[in-house]
């Protein structure tokens, strides 16, 4: 068993706005809070040979890049003929959670606009005005 990919965030939250902007074909693990080292948890499941790709994935400031400099350097080291792809991906935000939100709000704002092309519109009576206005009755 096992999935092929593993990526790493910084949060919970980075985990489970990664999985949702890009599906499922990973285990997505939290750093919580560690800035340091790759999880000890995840050492048996990199050196097992069946991990291909490990994707480090944190925050894109620059405390972020320092992170994800050292935590892909670390990685080599220890796992370079272990797994086929060591590698660092950014969120376009700051976080994977603001991506999240950034995707939400166009699709938002897609939605609307696909709802305004399609929905029906209200054809007045014939004994109706089109504005509206009926004249007072005498």
Do not use: C
Not at 14 to 37: F, N
Not at 97 to 122: E, G, H, I, M
């Amino acid at each position: 068993g096992g999935n092929e990919k593993i990526v790493v965030v910084e949060s919970g939250i980075d985990a489970l706005s990664y999985a949702q902007l890009h599906g499922r074909d990973a285990t997505v693990v939290s750093l919580g809070g560690s800035r340091r080292e790759i999880p000890a948890m995840l050492h048996d499941a990199l050196r097992s040979g069946r991990v291909k790709e490990l994707i480090v994935a944190v925050d894109n400031d620059a405390t972020g890049r320092k992170m994800s400099e050292r935590l892909v350097e670390s990685a080599r080291a220890l796992f370079d003929r272990m797994v086929r792809s060591i590698r660092a991906v950014f969120p376009t935000a700051k976080d994977w959670n603001d991506d999240l939100k950034a995707a939400q709000a166009r699709q938002s704002v897609f939605d609307r606009a696909r709802a305004a092309r399609t929905a029906p519109r209200a054809v007045p009576a014939a004994s109706e005005p089109e504005n509206g206005w009926t004249p007072p009755r005498p």
